[in-house]
């Protein structure tokens, strides 16, 4: 079965700098394209950064870009979203997502895991 969890969420000041982590467990990670959401609330899920299964693309949604960095390490099973110039808009649960096809995808539907996700919050 597979298991992704989440880790690095927490309350940061408007600017500020948090990295999320999350950890793959159950199958080879290195055949996951892997992607973060996010949900404000209120709002639907959406779209934030996909990385390829080697590291070597990136996407990310018009919202983060030049803020948010997407890496892996296929070493260690995680993924990782470096957030920095954070906003309070930003503040939202985020979620990773595994897509079995390896396509560098921004549709949750074609996602086939998910994490639990981790609560970010900005404050202004």
């Known amino acids: 079965q597979v298991q992704l969890v989440e880790s690095g969420g927490g309350l940061v000041q408007a600017g500020g700098s948090l990295r999320l982590s999350c950890t793959v467990s159950?199958?080879?990670?290195?055949?996951?394209?892997m992607d973060w959401f996010r949900q404000a609330p209120g709002k639907e899920r959406e779209f934030v950064a996909v990385?390829?299964?080697?590291?070597?693309?990136?996407r990310y949604a018009d919202s983060v870009k030049g803020r948010f960095t997407i890496s892996r390490d296929n070493a260690k099973n995680t993924v990782y979203l470096q957030m920095n110039s954070l906003k309070p808009e930003d503040t939202a649960v985020y979620y990773c997502?595994?897509?079995?096809?390896?396509?560098?995808?921004?549709?949750?539907?074609?996602?086939?895991?998910w994490g639990k996700g981790t609560l970010v919050t900005v404050s202004s």
């Open positions: 159950g199958r080879t990670f290195s055949t996951y394209a």
């Open positions: 990385i390829s299964r080697s590291g070597l693309s990136t």
């Open positions: 997502a595994a897509d079995d096809r390896g396509s560098l995808s921004s549709e949750s539907s074609y996602m086939d895991y």
